[in-house]
Each structure stands twice: as structure tokens, then as C-alpha cells.
């Protein structure tokens, strides 16, 4: 069964920073494409970034660029998000997801961020 | 990397057919055949529900199917069921390995 695990949420003032965590399970994970997806407080889907699978590419979106940096350990099966600058808009429930490979076919159940002095 | 356009709501009866437009352009919805649909109960993480515009996952049913014309991607939900009324959520690919989300809509069964 596949499992992803996300941790690392918590409040973070502005300016801040935060590393989140995915762990993956189930599956092999040095095959897939795998991303970040992040929901703000009673709003819809954003996209955030995407790493291939030995992590030789990282694309982002662009309101994020340059503050948040996407990485993985294929040692360790888990994926993480590093962010530094962390602003009010960021605060948001940031979900890892399977790439396969033009839809998000599986999700965690989401870390929540919250930016906030 | 503007959101797709969606309804904000829909409604229909049970049994009823609902279908929700995704609206984008040709640098997404238009310009690629990778649109996908998912599924959002309230504090729950969302699920696949519709990939490639009209594919279904195993385990979908079949009363949800997808379709696309032009800019515009289509969710069509059939024998509209309690268990249906969720936020659902159009995605397209927008090249260069990048993606982007509908504004989100809430299936309402009356």
C-alpha cells in the first residue's frame, strides 16, 4: 500500500524558516517524480514544486522561487521541503504527492504551516 | 501560472447529473492532453479521481468521466450519490514540468 507521511509543519514567524518531510512507503521510490502541493486556509490546490526522480531537476512555482528549495534521500525513501522567507501567503497545509507521471496520483494527509507573528 | 476558472458551486439531486467546467488556455488545458480531476472531502487529503482528461483510476466509478474542448476541460458526475458532495479540483499540465490547479468547486447533492 502506498503511503506518504508528511511532518515538519508548525508556526513560524515571518522571515522564518521551516523544513518539511515526506515519507514514503509502498512503492518504489526512486522511480517516481514526486511534488509539493499546498492548500491555504479555506482555499484551493496550489502546485509548488516537482523533483525528478534522482533529483537532478527541481522546477517551481513562481511565487516561491528562490525562498523554497525541494529535495530527496532515495536512501532513505523521503522527500523534503526546505523554506526560508517565509511569508504570511505561505501559511498553508502542504500536502506531498506521487507524481504519475501528469497527475498527483497519491497524497499524504498534509503538515500545516502557519507564518504568523 | 494564473488559476483555471471553475464554477464555485454546483447542486443536483440524487440520481441527478452535475458537470463542472475548467477553464484555462492554450498554454495549459489547450495545449496539453495531461488534464486531471480530484476529489476533496472536508479535512481530507484530496483523490484522484480523473487523469489524462477522461481516464479513471481503478476503483473510480464509472459515473465519473472527463472530456475537453478547446480551453476548457469538463468533470461529469452521473446517478449524482450522497457520498459525491466534496470540493472537487481540475489540474492541467503547463509545460516545462510545471502544473496548475482550478479555482475549485463545491458539489452540492439537494
Known amino acids: 500500500e502506498v503511503q506518504l507521511v508528511e511532518s515538519g509543519g508548525g508556526l513560524v514567524q515571518p522571515g522564518g524558516s521551516l523544513r518539511l518531510s515526506c515519507a514514503a512507503s509502498?512503492?518504489?521510490?526512486?522511480?517516481?517524480?514526486m511534488s509539493w502541493v499546498r492548500q491555504a486556509p479555506g482555499k484551493g490546490l496550489e502546485w509548488v514544486a516537482n523533483i525528478k526522480q534522482d533529483g537532478s531537476e527541481k522546477y517551481y512555482v513562481d511565487s516561491v522561487k528562490g525562498r523554497f528549495t525541494i529535495s530527496r534521500d532515495n536512501a532513505k525513501n523521503s522527500l523534503y521541503l526546505q523554506m526560508n522567507s517565509l511569508r504570511a501567503e505561505d501559511t498553508a497545509v502542504y500536502y506531498c504527492a506521487r507524481v504519475v507521471p501528469w497527475e498527483f496520483g497519491y497524497w499524504g494527509q498534509g503538515t500545516l504551516v502557519t507564518v504568523s507573528s | 501560472q494564473s488559476a483555471l476558472t471553475q464554477p464555485r458551486s454546483v447542486s443536483g439531486s440524487p440520481g441527478q447529473s452535475v458537470t463542472i467546467s475548467c477553464t484555462g488556455t492554450?498554454?495549459?488545458?489547450?495545449?496539453?492532453?495531461?488534464v486531471s480531476w480530484y476529489q476533496q472531502h472536508p479535512g481530507k487529503a484530496p483523490k484522484l479521481m480523473i487523469y489524462d482528461v477522461s481516464k479513471r483510476p481503478s476503483g473510480v466509478p464509472d459515473r465519473f468521466s472527463g472530456s475537453k474542448s478547446g480551453n476548457t476541460a469538463s468533470l461529469t458526475i452521473s446517478g449524482l450519490q450522497a457520498e459525491d458532495e466534496a470540493d472537487y479540483y481540475c489540474?492541467?499540465?503547463?509545460?516545462?514540468?510545471?502544473?496548475?490547479f482550478g479555482t475549485g468547486t463545491k458539489v452540492t447533492v439537494l
Open positions: 489540474c492541467s499540465y503547463a509545460g516545462s514540468y510545471t502544473y496548475v
Open positions: 492554450s498554454s495549459d488545458v489547450g495545449g496539453y492532453k495531461y
Open positions: 509502498g512503492f518504489t521510490f526512486s522511480s517516481y517524480w
